[in-house]
C-alpha cells in the first residue's frame, strides 16, 4: 500500500492486501519509523532540494512505440548499461510497456545502493528492480534520488551522501537501454 499511495494509484488495495496477509502473514507494515497517511504520502518528499514524484526522467524516444519498445529488448539483451531484464508488461489497447530493469554495475549498481541503504532489520527489498515506462515514443522513469527515497524513507543525508554518485548512474544505465 505504500507504493501504491506514492505513485498516486487511485484503486482500492484492501483486497489484495487482505489477501497477502492471509497467504504470507502481516509481522510489520513497510515504511517508516514516522507514521504517514495516505495523502501524506501522495506527496511524498524527502528533504528539501530532493525531487517529487512528478519530477521524472526521460531517458530516451524513438520515432515510434515499437520502435523504442524494441530498442529497450535489443539493449538489454545485450546488458547495455550494466542492466538485466527482470520482466515486462505490456498495457492493453495502449502504446505503453513498463520494463523491470535490474542494474548489475556501474554508478547506480543494485547492489552499492543496497549495501549502503539497507541497514534495517526488515529489509527493502521491494526497491527493486527499476522501472522504465515506454508511453508512445518516449520512456520515462522515477528520478533515482526520488526513487531511492521513497523505497529507504529512513536513511538519513549521511547515507545519501554515501550514494549520491548512484541516481546519476542509474539514469546512465536507463539512457543506455533507450540508445541506438
Known amino acids: 500500500l505504500w507504493f501504491a499511495a506514492i505513485y498516486r494509484m ?8 487482505a489477501a ?3 497467504a504470507l502473514g502481516c509481522v510489520e507494515e513497510f515504511g517508516c519509523k514516522k507514521a504517514l497517511s495516505a495523502a501524506d504520502l501522495a506527496k511524498y518528499h524527502f528533504t528539501l532540494g530532493m525531487p517529487y514524484f512528478s519530477d521524472q526522467d526521460k531517458p530516451g524516444k ?4 515499437g520502435q523504442l519498445v524494441e530498442r529497450i529488448e535489443k539493449n538489454l539483451k545485450a546488458g547495455a548499461g550494466h542492466t538485466q531484464f527482470v520482466y515486462r508488461v505490456d498495457v492493453p489497447d495502449k502504446e505503453s510497456t ?7 554495475g556501474g554508478d547506480g549498481a543494485d547492489s552499492k545502493v543496497h549495501d549502503n541503504c539497507d541497514k534495517a532489520d526488515l529489509k527493502h527489498t521491494a526497491h527493486f ?6 508511453v508512445g ?3 520515462y522513469s522515477l528520478d533515482g534520488k526520488f526513487r531511492i527515497a521513497q523505497s529507504y524513507p529512513d536513511t538519513t ?9 548512484a ?7 536507463l539512457k543506455a537501454l533507450c540508445a541506438e
Open 10 to 17: 487511485q484503486t482500492d488495495l484492501s483486497g489484495v492486501r
Open 98 to 104: 513498463v520494463f523491470g530493469v535490474g542494474i548489475t
Open 62 to 65: 524513438a520515432e515510434s512505440y
Open 20 to 22: 497477502l496477509d492471509g
Open 157 to 165: 543525508m549521511q547515507t545519501f551522501m554515501k550514494i549520491s554518485f
Open 137 to 139: 515514443h518516449k520512456a
Open 167 to 173: 541516481p546519476g548512474g542509474i539514469l546512465k544505465s
Open 129 to 134: 528492480p527499476y522501472e522504465i515506462v515506454v
